[in-house]
């Protein structure tokens, strides 16, 4: 979607390793999120900012970690890959009276 | 808390047969209602929301949804079904705490039978 992006748009990693997702904004808004989709859950918030260096949990976030070091970028850390995380994962920004704008999704394998 | 249910995973309806995807919201306060759809191997779109006034909200594509306040219900409709209407759609209430995050339904597949 346009003025936001993810990377990679898929990855498949081994257990244990560290593997961190990149969510990229153009539209300079403060609040941005990440989620998890999986069937028969939906989307579950994992972490969110609300400004740079400013970020707090989601209901799922153990295992992960996000840094937000600029106001076009969050990068969510999955410190170490277990397969219990295999999912699509979201960034989103809130886009004000249109709710939310969602990135294309990275699509997450771990074996 | 926040809450958000869709009670059927799937719905089936024939082309050109008005539809309904159902969703039931639990709020302290004023509801910031949402409708999103996903087509396949793509991100949520937004469709429609409800913040305040008419209870019957318009959006895209042709998608309507009813905010009914006494029974927490805000139900997606379409009067005539398109074949590519079929997707996965997402119900989605804001969070009242000021961080503007949204509690999503754990969606509801629909699928528009020719």
């Known amino acids: 979607d346009a003025g936001i992006t993810q990377s990679p748009r898929h990855k498949v990693t081994e257990t244990g390793t560290p593997v961190t997702l990149r969510c990229h904004q153009t539209e300079n808004h403060r609040y941005m999120y990440w989620y998890r989709q999986d069937p028969g859950h939906g989307l579950r918030l994992i972490h969110y900012?609300?400004?740079?260096?400013?970020?707090d949990k989601g209901e799922v976030s153990d295992g992960y970690s996000v840094s937000r070091s600029k106001t076009e970028d969050f990068l969510l850390t999955l410190e170490s890959a277990t397969s219990s995380q295999t999912s699509v994962y979201f960034c989103?920004?809130?886009?004000?009276?249109?709710?939310?704008?969602f990135g294309s999704g990275t699509r997450l394998t771990v074996v | 808390a926040q809450s958000v249910a869709q009670p059927e995973d799937q719905v089936n309806v024939a082309e050109g047969n008005p539809l309904t995807v159902k969703c039931t919201y639990s709020?302290?306060?004023?509801?910031?209602l949402f409708w999103y759809v996903q087509y396949p191997n793509r991100g949520l779109q937004f469709l429609l929301k409800?913040?305040?006034?008419?209870?019957l909200v318009k959006g895209s594509y042709g998608f309507e949804a009813e905010f009914n306040k006494s029974q927490t219900s805000f139900h997606l409709k379409k009067p005539s079904a398109l074949v590519s209407d079929s997707a996965l759609y997402f119900c989605a209430v804001r969070d009242d705490s000021g961080t503007y995050k949204y509690i999503f339904g754990t969606g509801t597949r629909l699928k528009v039978l020719a």
């Open positions: 709020v302290s306060g004023n509801p910031y």
């Open positions: 989103a920004i809130d886009g004000g009276s249109y709710g939310y704008t």
């Open positions: 409800y913040i305040t006034g008419d209870n």
């Open positions: 900012s609300y400004g740079v260096k400013d970020t």
